[in-house]
């Protein structure tokens, strides 16, 4: 998942179902950046979710690196 202020993107497997789980429509592709376009509160609840069918998730975005010593591994 990157999330970048503004918009996220979800991506990998399962992503778009769950997408669709928290949100109850389908998410917009975006075929340059290769994922799912959602908004960052969005993708908040995508993580949770995410984490509660025991997935592994891994943030990206600016800031995430410095800030962060897990390496986005929550």
């Given amino acids: ?38 908004q960052e509160s969005t993708a908040r609840d995508v993580i949770a979710a995410a984490e509660a069918n025991g997935f592994e998730v891994v943030l990206t975005g600016p800031g995430l690196e410095a800030a962060d010593p897990g390496r986005g591994r929550w």
């Fill in 1 to 38: 998942m990157v999330l970048d202020g503004y918009s996220s993107m979800v991506s990998g497997y399962g992503s778009r179902s769950l997408v669709e789980q928290v949100t109850g429509r389908a998410p917009a592709y975006s075929t340059i950046r290769r994922g799912h376009v959602v």
